[in-house]
């Protein structure tokens, strides 16, 4: 059975994902901080992560899912945010560590697109493993540029999380 594991502080976000997804018959552990979702990776060892950006915590999601990436490379990596831009969402994905960015809308908006890729993983646990494509995930983790990576990170604490976008 593949899981899913959503990362998430909104909790009509983690209700309306985890009924919408349950209601297909698929499996997603839900968790509401930073150290709750380590917590139930450790547990679960899912094949897709998704996590909020602005999660309570000592670290935010980007960081979260960095970590996570360099335990299991080849796991899925989602970042949703209201807080991030369309330029923001363009520098995330060129570091090569997030397979897609979402920016949230409305709850249940959120909702399908986490079903969405919910299905998708459980479609791939599936499939036999591509070793090949899980080194070449593995060696992509380890080539992420720390330096650019922690700018990014902080650029993004400090310029999106004060300015009042919201989420």
């Known amino acids: 059975m593949s899981y899913a594991l959503l990362i998430d502080d909104d909790e009509e976000i983690l209700r309306s994902?985890?009924?919408l997804v349950q209601s297909q018959g698929l499996s997603l552990e839900t968790?509401?901080?930073?150290e709750e979702g380590i917590q139930k990776f450790r547990a679960y060892s899912p094949d897709l992560v998704i996590s909020d950006y602005n999660l309570p915590g000592s670290e935010m999601?980007?960081?979260l899912l960095l970590k996570l990436a360099r335990i299991r490379p080849s796991m899925r990596l989602i970042l949703i945010s209201g807080y991030l831009d369309e330029e923001d969402v363009a520098e995330i994905q060129a570091l090569g560590l997030i397979h897609e960015v979402v920016r949230k809308v409305t709850p249940i908006d959120t909702a399908r697109t986490i079903l969405k890729a919910v299905k998708e993983a459980a479609a791939r646990a599936d499939e036999p493993t591509d070793w090949v494509q899980f080194a070449s995930a593995s060696t992509g983790v380890n080539a992420i540029d720390d330096?650019?990576?922690s700018k990014l990170d902080e650029f993004l604490k400090t310029h999106r999380l004060t300015n009042g976008t919201g989420k």
Do not use: K, Q
Not at 31 to 34: F, K, L, M
């Open 61 to 63: 999601g980007l960081s």
């Open 31 to 34: 968790a509401s901080s930073w």
């Open 147 to 149: 330096e650019a990576f």
């Open 17 to 19: 994902a985890s009924d």
